[in-house]
């Protein structure tokens, strides 16, 4: 289903957070107070909640802080922010999806298309490729001394829709709402979890070979990354490992 291994780019995205946890939880916490918003602050009955705390576990945020988190959302007092999603082309038409949480959409906004326009891409109109990615819930084990048999065989018990053991890793794949349950029963049975959270799976792939494409293409996503409101960039970006 994958594609290719994400493996290189989780891991590269990891450093990054290690040297910025701070900017991290920010970002994470964002993500909450929305999801506390649209669907209230019991991770049971809100999915969405759900898989933001594993995805904060993931990043070694201290359940006391993403208590905290949750119930600063709650309260009447919570920043207002807009959720935005902006959909546009990156280098050679590489589809590109920006999530973002925001409280000045006229500060976001701008930001974003300058940085397609800078980087040799576009920002489109809704709907220009979302209709090529399917969300999932991802979760990656790492390979070191894990049985891949055993972990197949516990993941699609667990609830898993698909397996995929490629350079080094586990990708397990689930439906949005199971990712928080397969992501506890994994833990729960001690293995090495690097990361887990919702994604969106591309269903074709780009492949660029220009080495300005390439450049540009990496610095489009670094800034989109790096802004403070940018929650989630997606992409179909083939060799973006390479």
Not at 123 to 131: A, I, K, P, W
Not at 139 to 157: G, N, Q, R
């Amino acid at each position: 289903m994958s594609g290719h291994s994400k493996w290189k780019n989780i891991m590269h995205k990891k450093e990054k957070t290690d040297a910025q946890r701070a900017s991290v939880f920010t970002k994470i916490g964002k993500e909450i107070s929305v999801a506390v918003k649209e669907g209230g602050p019991d991770p049971v009955s809100n999915s969405k909640l759900a898989a933001l705390i594993a995805k904060a576990k993931s990043n070694n945020i201290p359940n006391d802080n993403i208590e905290r988190a949750i119930k600063k959302a709650s309260s009447s007092d919570a920043a207002q922010l807009s959720v935005m999603r902006y959909e546009g082309y990156g280098p050679s038409g590489v589809a590109v999806i920006v999530e973002a949480a925001t409280d000045n959409p006229n500060r976001t906004t701008p930001e974003v298309r300058s940085y397609f326009s800078k980087y040799k891409g576009n920002l489109g109109t809704t709907g220009c490729v979302s209709y090529l990615f399917e969300d999932k819930g991802l979760i990656l084990v790492s390979a070191e001394d894990v049985d891949e048999d055993k972990l197949m065989e516990d993941a699609l018990e667990a609830g898993a829709s698909d397996f995929v053991a490629d350079d080094g890793i586990f990708e397990i794949y689930t439906e949005v709402d199971d990712l928080e349950a397969v992501r506890s029963d994994l833990d729960s049975k001690g293995y090495p979890i690097e990361s887990a959270e919702l994604d969106k799976i591309p269903s074709t792939y780009v492949t660029l070979t220009d080495a300005d494409d390439i450049k540009y293409m990496n610095l489009l996503i670094d800034h989109l990354e790096d802004n403070d409101d940018v929650t989630g960039v997606f992409h179909n970006w083939e060799n973006c490992d390479d």
